[in-house]
Each structure stands twice: as structure tokens, then as C-alpha cells.
């Protein structure tokens, strides 16, 4: 069983650059959800997804942009990297936020420099 | 400002000791969750409590809910070098009692158990 797989692993990037970080999950989950790490801040929320076709802001989405054209992924757009998104990106997924049970890929290590 | 405060930020303890970690929201909790995270690796999850007064447990790990104080409780019986890692909680940030699938979360807290 994949659950949900992040690529890539770790990227450098040049500040101006843009990329794709992607995610995807085989389990059939509506829900999909995207999280970046900073040391000693905990989870912070930047886009989640109910559903194909839609999506909606967290909390730190600037900078940011999402799509979900399928159920089964939900890539993550930085148009202008900055060091300030220097971080650690968590994908997730959970079939019913009742469960309370996300599933979380492994992460993407992202420095910009 | 931090919807979910976690105190404290990090502990150390020595194996067999009991230990407690705290997360208090600001806003109305209709549900908080539990999750563990090694170093380096995504969080995993423990458990979620849904009903003030609710008690759950996973192994030697128990969790409780006091909806009243908007405040969950983890504690963990005979620590062991194995409970070692970040455990944080979070919430769905649910505004007038419905759903809208926000899960957020606390800054964590870094236990540390010493053999």
C-alpha cells in the first residue's frame, strides 16, 4: 500500500524560482491537506480540499497555490520562492475528518537560497 | 495568535516516569486530535476524543477531554525510550458548530525519555 506519496524528497531553490511539489494518495480520500513545518512551530495549514474541485485557504497560504483536479491528487504551486518558505511540506489525507485520522506522506524538504 | 497552545514545549524525562502534556484552545473544541511525530518523518496518528469528558487510551497512552476548559490532556505511564519524539495536538476549526474540515494544529511538544 503507497497511502500518500510526496515528490520530491528535497529540492534547493534559487530565490525567483518556481515549483511543483506533489502529492498523491491511493486510499480514495476526499480529503486532502497541505502543511509546512518550521522548527518549534508546529503544523501550520496552507491549502486544504474536500474534494475534486475544490479548494480552500489555511492559514499561511500566501505565496502559495493549489489545484485538485482529480481525487487522487493535490500538487502544490510556489510561483516565486522566497527563504522565507524555506520548510518542511506535509501532504495529508483522511477519507472522514470524523475519524480525526490524517494520513501524512513522508514530507518535502524545501531550502531556498 | 495560536489557537492551540501545547505546554509544555518540551520535557525530558527518565524511563519509567509518568509524564502529562496539555493542549488548550482558544476557540470552541468540537473535536481534538492526537498525533506523534519522529524526527524527520510525518505525524502519526493516536487518537481523537470528541465528547467533553471522554477518555481514550493507546497502549500506555491516555487522552482526555475537558470540554468545559477547552483543554485535552496526554499522559503517558512508565515512559519508555520509545515514547520519545514530538507529539502535538490538533483541532477542527469549526465555526458555528459545523464542520468545515480546517484541521490545525498546536506547536507540538519534544519529549525526551532518558534510559
Known amino acids: 500500500n503507497a497511502g500518500v506519496t510526496q515528490t520530491p524528497k528535497f529540492r534547493i531553490l534559487k530565490i525567483g524560482q518556481s515549483m511543483t511539489l506533489q502529492c498523491t494518495q491511493d486510499m480514495n480520500h476526499n480529503y486532502m491537506y497541505w502543511y509546512r513545518q518550521d522548527p518549534g512551530m508546529g503544523l501550520k495549514l496552507i491549502y486544504y480540499?474536500?474534494?475534486?474541485?475544490?479548494?480552500d485557504k489555511g492559514e499561511v497560504p500566501n505565496g502559495y497555490n493549489v489545484s485538485r483536479s482529480t481525487t487522487e491528487d493535490f500538487p502544490l504551486r510556489l510561483e516565486l520562492a522566497a527563504p522565507s518558505q524555506t520548510s518542511v511540506y506535509f501532504c495529508?489525507?483522511?477519507?472522514?475528518?470524523?475519524?480525526?485520522?490524517?494520513?501524512f506522506g513522508e514530507g518535502s524538504r524545501l531550502t531556498v537560497l | 495568535s495560536q489557537e492551540l497552545e501545547q505546554s509544555p514545549q518540551s520535557l525530558i524525562v527518565q524511563e519509567g516516569k509518568n509524564l502529562t502534556i496539555n493542549c488548550t484552545s482558544s476557540k470552541t473544541l468540537y473535536g481534538l486530535y492526537w498525533y506523534k511525530q519522529k524526527y524527520g518523518e510525518g505525524l502519526i496518528f493516536l487518537m481523537m476524543?470528541?465528547?467533553?469528558?471522554e477518555e481514550k487510551s493507546h497502549e500506555k497512552i491516555t487522552a482526555k477531554l475537558d470540554e468545559k476548559k477547552q483543554q485535552s490532556s496526554l499522559h503517558i505511564t512508565a515512559s519508555q525510550p520509545s515514547h520519545a519524539g514530538i507529539y502535538l495536538c490538533g483541532a477542527d476549526r469549526s465555526e458555528g458548530g459545523g464542520s468545515n474540515y480546517k484541521l490545525t494544529f498546536g506547536k507540538g511538544t519534544l519529549l525526551t525519555v532518558n534510559p
Open positions: 480540499s474536500v474534494g475534486a474541485g475544490i479548494t
Open positions: 476524543l470528541q465528547k467533553g469528558g
Open positions: 495529508a489525507s483522511t477519507i472522514s475528518v470524523n475519524t480525526g485520522e490524517l494520513f
